[in-house]
């Protein structure tokens, strides 16, 4: 069975511009849950989509924004790109809401020069 | 929101030594994940346990929610052990995302 799938592995971008992630889930997986991992703040909770809409944010500006597809995939966009959105960004599938186990993808690298 | 702690922050052990890593929360969780990092970022689930104690080959984990810590325990490591592990508890009713400590950073040197 496929586990969580991301793209880009790596993307470069300039400060101002937009960078948009994509995120797989597991088959039969309907929860998706995106995370950042900055170089001295740790793993934080950035979005978590369940059945196609926004449930919870964590406490970023609103320039972090994304969605989700009818068929569970994710797509995370970063607009006005700054210096510190450099990070992993972690992409995380469960079945269903509640306090099921959560599955991790590889990650995308953002770098913003 | 939950606080999490782990400690110790950093452990160097040779190989074949075992270990403990342990977890606090302040608060009480409905669920708990153990994950360790890869040094490529990946994270790979070793353990969902809300409560009791599971073993899985060499290692094992044992919360107790009513006290509100989580032990990870390492046992014969090897130096493919080596990387960041991670404690990350639900955060709550209603809130469903992990909130992760800051890891235990484990070298396993031969």
């Given amino acids: ?113 | 929101g939950i606080q999490v702690e782990q400690s110790p922050p950093d452990l160097i052990l040779q190989e074949g030594a075992n270990s403990t890593l342990r977890c606090n929360f302040s608060d009480s969780v409905n669920n708990l994940q153990w994950f360790h990092q890869n040094p490529w970022g990946q994270l790979i689930n070793l353990f969902y346990i809300p409560s009791g104690t599971k073993q899985n080959g060499r290692l094992s984990a044992t919360t107790v929610a009513t006290e509100r810590y989580s032990l990870l325990y390492i046992s014969s490591s090897q130096t493919t052990d080596s990387g960041v592990y991670f404690c990350a508890p639900h955060s709550g009713a209603g809130s469903y995302q992990l909130t992760f400590g800051k890891g235990t950073k484990l070298s396993v040197i031969p």
């Fill in chain 1, 1 to 113: 069975e496929a586990g969580v799938t991301q793209s880009p592995t790596h993307l470069i971008k300039t400060r101002g511009q937009q960078a948009t992630l994509r995120c797989s889930p597991i088959s039969g997986h309907t929860s998706v849950y995106w995370y950042q991992q900055a170089l001295g703040l740790g793993l934080q909770f950035l979005l978590w989509y369940d059945e196609g809409e926004e449930r919870n944010r964590g406490n970023f500006p609103p320039r972090f924004s994304g969605r989700q597809f009818p068929n569970y995939s994710s797509e995370l966009n970063v607009n006005a790109l700054e210096l510190e959105d450099s990070a992993l960004y972690l992409c995380a599938s469960s079945f269903g809401a509640r306090y099921n186990e959560q599955f991790f993808g590889p990650g995308t690298r953002l770098t913003v020069l």
